[in-house]
């Protein structure tokens, strides 16, 4: 019950989670999964054969283009947060003027 709530909270606009947060927790463990899979295909593969029969260049392949997704999901959320920490400090500061021209 507890992995449900918390990702609902990641969900909410109005806590520090958002659906940016969300997307970069659900690439992360999509990631990990599709590596944990590979690794026991290869597991697999030395059990039966003896050897890796794969092709390891086009796996290597595969994994950078999976984990490059997962930076990739993680750049809105850098940007945003970047974003929403300077309309923080202006808004303390009283700088309404220079949070509207970013817009």
Do not use: H
Request: hydrophobic share 40%; proline share 1%.
């Amino acid at each position: 019950m507890g992995i449900i709530k918390y990702l609902g909270s990641l969900i909410k606009n109005d806590t520090g989670n958002s659906s940016k947060s969300f997307a970069l927790v659900m690439s992360t463990l999509v990631s990990f999964l599709t590596s944990l899979v590979i690794c026991g295909i290869l597991v697999y593969d030395v059990y039966c054969n003896g050897f890796i029969k794969t092709d390891l260049e086009a796996l290597g392949i595969f994994i950078i283009c999976v984990y490059s997704g997962n930076a990739a999901s993680g750049v809105p959320k850098i940007f945003g947060d970047k974003y929403l920490s300077r309309a923080k400090m202006f808004r303390k500061n009283g700088d309404e003027e220079e949070i509207n021209d970013g817009e």
